[in-house]
């Protein structure tokens, strides 16, 4: 079946340098690619999203890249601060419903 | 606090009982989705409605498994004759419209002993 893979599992970086973390997925239909946080015992919040139509987005500290053709979307986080410490998910999907979601990505930033 | 609302947060229940949880989605968001949640895992989607129309179901949606949402606003989940592999974390969201953020609330853990 459809599946999304992210790495790595766990990222740890130190306090103001930049963390990014990739995905790739398979179904080539997919057209809509967003990245949520999930802090501990909260459910997930959407920090950014990009559709297939464009091949980079940012938002302040966030951006977000996708290469259809590799089937390839990474996020990047600049000037990393302890409160981006989560989990975080990509998914990959053509309408909210039908997302696919990777295994999630933990995130800490060290001191 | 105008956000999704689910509740219980939490409930343990022994194997074979049956439950239910209750999801109240921001006022005026017509689709609402329930998705599990393991630990270490993304979320799985189950079901989704717009309005009170159940409009998809996932395979991981058996039988034992149902859901509601009579008059387009709030929705329950219900399990019948829980099983341990029942015991995850249930996710309720919801949007308006398609393409569009889905919202989350914070869960309902369920541990079946």
């Known amino acids: 079946g459809e599946n999304v893979e992210q790495h790595p599992s766990t990222l740890s970086v130190q306090e103001g340098d930049s963390a990014v973390i990739k995905c790739t997925y398979s179904d080539s239909a997919s057209n809509y690619f967003p990245w949520y946080k999930q802090e501990l015992g909260k459910g997930p919040q959407l920090i950014i999203d990009?559709?297939?139509n464009v091949g980079e987005k940012k938002d302040q500290r966030i951006a977000v890249t996708l290469n259809k053709t590799a089937k390839h979307f990474s996020l990047h986080i600049t000037e990393t601060q302890p409160e981006d410490s989560a989990v975080y998910f990509c998914?990959?999907?053509?309408?909210?419903?039908?997302?696919?979601w990777g295994a999630g990505t933990k995130l800490i930033i060290k001191p | 606090d105008t956000g999704v609302s689910q509740d219980p947060r939490h409930k343990i229940t022994k194997r074979g009982q049956n439950v239910t949880f209750r999801c109240d989605p921001i006022s005026e968001h017509n689709r609402l989705y329930w998705y599990r949640q393991t630990l270490g895992q993304g979320p799985e989607f189950l079901t989704y409605?717009?309005?009170?129309?159940?409009?998809?179901k996932s395979r991981l949606l058996s039988d034992r498994f149902s859901a509601e949402r009579p008059k387009g606003s709030f929705s329950t989940l219900e399990i019948q004759r829980t099983e341990q592999g029942d015991s995850a974390m249930y996710l309720c969201?919801?949007?308006?419209?398609?393409?569009?953020?889905?919202?989350f609330g914070q869960g309902t853990r369920l541990t079946v002993v």
């Open positions: 990009i559709r297939s």
């Open positions: 969201a919801s949007s308006h419209g398609t393409n569009t953020e889905a919202f």
């Open positions: 409605f717009q309005n009170e129309a159940q409009l998809e």
């Open positions: 998914a990959a999907g053509d309408s909210n419903y039908q997302l696919i």
